[in-house]
């Protein structure tokens, strides 16, 4: 007998079923290795605006926190239409070919041992998906690209991109995005190319692999923003989009992109098998 539910596409919705059909938006969680006061022990998750973001976009937002057995990766899949890769800790240079070259290099091997297989069967999916900061360094490194492991020592400072100094919310510098492309668009830039961020990271994409286009540059040359434009909506950019969503409209529009994407992809795909 056949099972309930099993291989259905999920019917065309009416327009206002579909508005208020909100779409399940996974977010990496990391772990933070310092105890929580309270308790006494590790803490995983993610930072407030990370999960303020996608709701205000009309997602619901679930943690993922990274899974020891990899053959559950298509289980969870299976149960979200879109992911936000966050930003944190760095990616092991190991996962590129190459060794740290200095003590700034802070890599978390078990988040990357999740992330990465994760981001590449997302994209085997075609599940939409969003990578902030270091996700968009997961993105680059997960397709077969490689680092910048450390600004300031390998490329000088003509621009500080790590102004941990300052508050989340403040501008650091421009960015110039490129016509064109998808990021372009979903920021609805028109003929302008200019695009104000702020800027928390050191490292940052170095080589762009195959099936991925750079689609914004800092005016240093530094790579800001990357995207895959044989997929339904996969876009990484290095700053913090998080953390300007509510007072800034342009940056708002990354979460809506991802929110309306994840929404088609839940309608067109068959219902998944409960295990």
Not at 195 to 203: E, F, I, K
Request: glycine share 8%.
């Amino acid at each position: 007998m056949r099972q309930r539910g099993v291989g259905r596409i999920n019917p065309t919705p009416s327009p206002q079923t579909e508005r208020r059909f909100a779409p399940v938006i996974g977010v990496t969680a990391s772990l933070n290795p310092e105890p929580n006061a309270q308790v006494g022990v590790p803490v995983i998750g993610v930072r407030g605006p990370d999960i303020d973001a996608v709701r205000r976009a009309g997602g619901i937002a679930i943690l993922m926190p990274p899974v020891v057995d990899l053959s559950d990766i298509d289980r969870l899949l299976d149960r979200v239409d879109g992911l936000v890769f966050t930003g944190g800790p760095d990616i092991d240079p190991r996962e590129y070919g190459e060794v740290a070259i200095n003590e700034t290099v802070e890599p978390a091997p078990e988040v990357d041992a999740f992330e990465l297989p994760l981001m590449r069967r997302a994209i085997e999916r075609d599940v939409p998906i969003l990578a902030l900061c270091r996700g968009c360094q997961v993105l680059g490194v997960a397709m077969g690209g490689a680092l910048w492991q450390d600004l300031p020592s390998q490329r000088g400072i003509d621009i500080l991109h790590r102004q941990y100094q300052s508050k989340s919310q403040t501008i650091a510098h421009g960015v110039a995005v490129v016509p064109g492309t998808k990021l372009h668009d979903v920021l609805e830039l028109g003929p302008e190319t200019d695009l104000r961020v702020n800027s928390l990271h050191h490292q940052a994409v170095r080589v762009v692999p195959a099936g991925l286009v750079a689609s914004a540059h800092a005016p240093d040359g530094c790579i800001e923003a990357l995207e895959m434009p044989e997929r339904r909506f996969v876009v990484g950019v290095q700053w913090h989009p998080e953390f300007l969503d509510a007072e800034h409209e342009v940056h708002h529009r990354l979460f809506k992109a991802l929110v309306e994407a994840s929404r088609n992809h839940a309608m067109a795909r068959p219902l998944p098998r409960r295990t």
